[in-house]
Nanobody, 113 residues
Framework: QVQFVESGGGLVQPGGSLRLSCVASGFIFSVYTMSWYRQAPGKERELVASIAGTSSITTYADSVKGRFTISRDNAKNTVYLQMTSLKPDDAAVYYC??????RGQGTQVTVSS
């Protein structure tokens, strides 16, 4: 059974940082590209960042380049999203997903003073 469990969200002030984690199970984690998505109320889902399985090549949305860093630990079946210089526009529910689909419950990120 494929599962994704996201954690690490919370309330942070503008300019602050958070580190999200996603533990995956039920598939061969190291083979698949993993991605973080986000969705804010009334907005479409946005692909934030992706990291390839074996090469660990990364890609980012223009809106987060230079501020967010995606990484993975294949030994722990975990993908991370380090977020810095957070802005109110970054507030959303963040989900992780594998390239074949699926997602977890998500973790809420709120950016507010």
């Amino acid at each position: 059974q494929v599962q994704f469990v996201e954690s690490g969200g919370g309330l942070v002030q503008p300019g602050g940082s958070l580190r999200l984690s996603c533990v995956a199970s039920g598939f061969i984690f190291s083979v698949y590209t993993m991605s973080w998505y986000r969705q804010a109320p009334g907005k479409e889902r946005e692909l934030v960042a992706s990291i390839a399985g074996t090469s660990s090549i990364t890609t980012y949305a223009d809106s987060v380049k230079g501020r967010f860093t995606i990484s993975r630990d294949n030994a722990k079946n975990t993908v991370y999203l380090q977020m810095t210089s957070l802005k109110p526009d970054d507030a959303a529910v963040y989900y992780c997903s594998a390239s074949f689909g699926g997602r977890g419950q998500g973790t809420q990120v709120t950016v507010s003073s």
